[in-house]
C-alpha cells in the first residue's frame, strides 16, 4: 500500500514536480543574491534617518521600502513620471534601478501559477499535497530498505538508480516536506482559508491639519531601526488630512504629519507572525542561506523524478508478461507466486495459460500480495513456490507467512501447493514445505497433497498438471519449456589451471567484461553492476538449464573472474574447462545479495574450501580500507591446488588479508578446514566476540563440518551458529 501510494503519484506528476522544483530553484537564488549585492544599513541606523537622507536626495518621495534580504528602495514622483531606484543607506542615494525583476517576475508566476491564474494555483497545490505525500510515504520506504529509522543513512545496494533515489531522497526528504507543507499553508491563505487576523488600524478620524514636521523630530521613526523597516508611505503631497504609514517587524502604526504624533498602532497578530515564518521558510527571503539550501534540495527533485521512472520501467521490465492475466476481484482461480529470480514465474506463466485454454478465469501474482479480501470470486488458490537459502522465503514471498497465519482462519476455497528446489539442497523446498503446515495448522482444505518440482524439470510439472486436471475435471497438459534469460557473449582473456595431478582438473577463468548500454548502466542492469559474491550464469551448448558460478570479481576490477572444477559428468564444466583465450561463452549475472561481506570495520571470517575460494578472493581483492580479514581454506594439496596461492601472499603484504590459515585433506598429514578452526578456537572466538561476521563457501560437507566445529567454538560462549545466523552473522554459499 506505502509503495502505491509512493508510486503512482510521482509517476503521473512528475513533470509537475519538475517545473515546481525548477523554478523553485531559480527563485531561491534571488535572495541570496538581493542580500550580497544590495548595501546594507549600518547597525542602530534608523528610520528616521535614513527617510531624512533619502527625502534630502528625493524630495518627491512617496515610499521606502525595505525587503526581506535587506535592500532598500525608494520610490517618488517628480514632474508627474514615477521613479524608483536601490538605496544605499549610507547616502540615501540610488545605486540600481528599482524596478522589479522581470526574469523574478515571470519565474514567480510559472512557480504560483503555471501563467494560468487561479486554475494555475490550484494545480499548483494539488502538486504540493502529492509532493507531501511522496515524501513522507518516501521516508517510510527508505526506512524499510535501510532497516530502521536508526539506519536511516545505512550503506545501500541495488541498481544505481534506485540508490541514487534514495541517497537524495535521504539527504533531501525534511527540505521537501517542509516546502510542501508551508505551500500548502500559502496556497489556503491565497484563496483565504485561514483565518488569518489582519493587523491594520483604524485611519485616524482626526489630525493635526497641519504638514512640515521633520523626519528627525518624530519620536517613532527615531527608535525605530532600519532593520525592524517593512516600509514607511509618506502623506499625499498637499492633503492636510493624510498621514504617515509606518510598518515594521511588531506591527503598523499612523503618524501625524504635522506634529509627528503616533496616531494609531496595532501589532501584528500571532496569525501573520506564523504566516510570515512560513513565508520566510518557503522562500529563503529573510533566511538567505536557508534559501540556497532549499534550492540544492529542490535541484534533487528532478534526479528524483527521473530516477523514479528509470526504478518503475526496470520493474515492469523484470515483470513475467502474462498475457489474459484477469483482475483478481474476477477471478476464480488465483495462482500465487513465489520466486527468486524469474523461472518459477515461467512456470506460471505456462499453467496459466494451460488453464486459460481449458476455460478458467485465472489471476496470477506475488505471494507478497496475497490479499483474501481481494479474491471474492475465488474457488481455489494454487501457489507455486520456491525456497531461497535455508528454507527462507523468496523476493516475491516476503510477508506471506505472516499474512497466512494473521488469517486466523483459512479462506473456505481449498489450496493446493506446489513447490520448486534443488533436492541436492538440505532445505529442498523447506519455504513451501512451511506453507503447507501453516495451511494444515489452520485447517485449509488440501486440493491436492503437497507436491514438488526438482531442478526445473517440465516432466515432473506436467505430471503434477495432469494430477491438478483430475482435482478439477478438465484435461491439463502442462508443456513448460524454461525462458532463457538475456546473456552476453563473455570472451576468455586467461586462466589458470590447477589439480589436474590431483585428477581434479579446476581453472581460474578471467573475461573480458561485455559492453553495456546506457540504460543497463542507468539501471545497473546486466554487467553495469556485478559484486564478488553474486552468480554468474554459464548456459551450455546442448542445455536450457543455465549452471551458476560465484563471481571473484565485481565491476571495478574490469573482468569477470569464476573457479571452474570439472565435474565428471558435468557438461557444463567441461566446456567451460576446455576454453582457450579467444573463446566465448554465453552468460548473465543474477544478485546475490544474501551472500557479501556487508559494510563497516567489523571483522570478517572467511571459510572456503576448493572453488569456494572464488567468491571469498574476491572479497579479499576489493578489501582496500582495509578491513580485518581472516581466511580459512581447505584444499587437496599445497603444491596443486593452492588457488590464488601467489595473490593471497600479495593481499597480505598489502594489507588487505590479516591472517590465512590452511589445510590439504591429500597431503602427508590430511588436514580439513574444519580441523584448522578447532586449533584456532581461540582467535575464533575473540573474533566473534569483536563482532566478526562469519562466510562459509563450498560444498555441503564441509559447510556441515564447519558449522559443527563453530558449534563447539560458540558453545561456552553462550552462542550457536543459528543464532548468529539470525543476526546476519553467519551467511553461506553452498553447493
Known amino acids: 500500500m506505502i509503495r502505491a501510494l509512493h508510486r503512482w503519484p510521482g509517476l503521473l506528476a512528475a513533470v509537475l514536480f519538475v517545473v515546481l522544483s525548477l523554478s523553485g530553484a531559480a527563485l531561491s537564488v534571488f535572495p541570496a543574491a538581493e542580500r550580497l549585492s544590495a548595501p546594507q544599513a549600518a547597525t542602530g541606523l534608523s528610520v528616521a534617518t535614513l527617510a531624512t537622507r533619502i527625502q534630502s536626495a528625493y524630495p518627491g518621495v512617496e515610499q521606502i521600502r525595505r525587503s526581506r534580504s535587506g535592500q532598500i528602495t525608494a520610490y517618488w514622483f517628480v514632474d508627474g513620471a514615477p521613479g524608483a531606484a536601490v538605496i544605499d543607506p549610507a547616502t540615501g542615494r540610488g545605486v540600481g534601478s528599482g524596478d522589479p ?20 494555483r490550484i494545480a499548483m497545490a494539488l502538486g504540493a499535497a502529492t509532493m507531501l505525500v511522496l515524501a513522507v510515504s518516501g521516508s517510510v520506504l ?31 526528504v525534511l527540505g521537501l516536506i517542509m516546502s510542501s507543507m508551508t505551500a500548502l499553508w500559502m496556497s489556503a491563505s491565497t484563496f483565504d482559508l485561514l483565518p488569518i487576523a489582519a493587523s491594520a488600524p483604524a485611519f485616524p478620524s482626526s489630525v493635526s491639519n497641519e ?30 488630512t493624510d498621514v504617515f504609514t509606518l510598518k515594521t517587524d511588531q506591527g503598523t502604526g499612523y503618524l501625524d504629519q504635522g506634529t509627528g504624533a503616533a496616531l494609531g498602532w496595532i501589532d501584528l497578530t500571532r496569525s501573520e507572525r506564523v504566516s510570515e515564518t512560513i513565508y520566510m521558510l518557503h522562500t529563503g527571503e529573510g533566511a538567505a542561506f536557508l534559501g540556497v539550501v532549499l534550492g540544492l534540495i529542490a535541484l534533487g527533485v528532478p534526479v528524483l523524478a ?23 476481484a474476477k477471478a476464480e482461480t488465483i495462482l500465487l507466486v513465489g520466486s527468486e529470480g524469474s523461472s518459477t514465474w515461467g512456470f506460471a506463466a505456462t499453467l496459466h495459460q494451460a488453464l486459460r485454454a ?4 485465472v489471476h496470477v501474482t506475488a505471494m507478497s500480495g496475497f490479499d483474501p479480501t481481494r479474491h471474492t470470486r475465488a474457488q481455489r488458490f494454487l501457489i507455486l513456490a520456491a525456497t531461497y537459502g535455508d528454507g527462507d522465503a523468496p523476493a516475491s514471498a516476503k510477508g506471506f507467512l505472516d499474512r497466512m497465519k494473521a488469517l486466523g482462519t483459512a479462506p473456505s476455497v481449498p489450496v493446493a501447493v506446489l513447490g520448486f528446489g534443488d533436492r541436492s539442497y538440505p532445505e529442498f523446498c523447506g519455504f513451501a514445505k512451511q506453507i503447507v503446515l501453516e495451511a494444515e495448522r489452520q485447517g485449509w482444505d488440501m486440493l491436492l497433497p503437497f507436491d514438488t518440482i526438482d ?31 538475456a546473456t552476453e557473449t563473455l570472451t576468455l582473456v586467461s ?57 571473484a570479481s565485481d565491476r571495478r576490477d574490469g573482468f569477470v573472474e569464476i573457479v571452474v572444477k570439472r565435474q565428471p559428468s558435468g557438461l557444463c564444466s567441461a566446456q567451460l574447462t576446455q576454453l582457450v583465450p579467444g573463446d566465448t561463452a554465453k552468460g548473465y549475472v543474477r544478485r546475490n545479495p544474501g551472500f557479501k561481506p556487508g559494510r563497516g570495520g567489523a571483522p570478517l571470517i572467511l571459510i572456503g574450501a576448493g572453488t569456494g575460494i572464488g567468491p571469498l578472493a574476491g572479497f579479499i581483492r576489493a578489501n582496500t580500507r582495509p578491513r580485518p580479514i581472516h581466511l580459512f581454506f581447505g584444499m587437496r594439496h599445497p603444491e596443486t591446488d593452492f588457488l590464488y596461492g601467489q595473490d593471497l601472499s600479495d593481499w597480505q603484504g598489502q594489507g588487505r588479508l590479516t591472517r590465512l590459515d590452511t589445510s590439504a ?34 560444498g555441503r560437507g564441509m559447510a556441515a563440518g564447519v558449522a559443527d566445529a563453530l558449534a563447539d567454538i560458540l558453545k561456552p560462549m553462550g552462542l550457536t551458529p543459528h543464532a548468529l545466523r539470525a543476526e546476519g552473522r553467519y551467511v553461506e554459499d553452498i553447493y
Open 101 to 120: 525583476n522581470p526574469i523574478k517576475r515571470w519565474l514567480t508566476n510559472l512557480h504560483r501559477s503555471l501563467f494560468l491564474g487561479d486554475g494555475g
Open 142 to 172: 527508505v526506512a524499510r530498505r535501510a532497516g530502521g529509522w536508526r539506519r536511516w543513512f545505512a550503506p545501500l545496494r541495488g541498481p544505481l538508480s534506485g540508490r541514487l533515489h534514495v541517497e537524495i531522497a535521504r539527504v533531501a
Open 211 to 240: 504638514t512640515g514636521v521633520a523626519l528627525a523630530s518624530i519620536d517613532l521613526l527615531v527608535q525605530t531601526p532600519v532593520a525592524e523597516l517593512r516600509d514607511l508611505n509618506f502623506p499625499y503631497p498637499g492633503d492636510a
Open 306 to 328: 527521473a530516477t523514479g521512472v528509470l526504478v518503475w520501467m526496470a520493474g515492469q521490465r523484470s515483470k513475467p508478461q502474462i498475457p489474459g492475466n484477469q483482475p483478481a
Open 358 to 361: 481449458a476455460g478458467q478465469t
Open 455 to 485: 531442478r526445473q524439470s517440465p516432466q515432473e510439472f506436467a505430471r503434477w498438471g495432469r494430477l491438478l486436471g483430475q482435482a478439477l475435471g478438465i484435461n491439463l497438459e502442462l508443456v513448460h519449456q524454461p525462458v532463457l534469460p
Open 495 to 551: 586462466r589458470r589451471d590447477y589439480g589436474a595431478e590431483m585428477q581434479a582438473p579446476t581453472a581460474i577463468l578471467r573475461f573480458a567484461v561485455p559492453r553495456v548500454s546506457l540504460w543497463q548502466r542507468l539501471t545497473g542492469q546486466g554487467f553495469a553492476r556485478f559484486e564478488a559474491g553474486d552468480l554468474l550464469g554459464i548456459v551450455p551448448e546442448g542445455s536450457s538449464i543455465p549452471r551458476l558460478y560465484s563471481l
Open 665 to 698: 585433506s591429500r597431503a602427508a598429514n590430511p588436514t580439513y578446514v574444519q580441523d584448522v578452526l578447532r586449533a584456532e578456537r581461540t582467535e575464533v572466538a575473540r573474533l566473534i566476540r569483536d563482532g566478526a561476521r562469519v562466510m562459509v563457501c563450498g
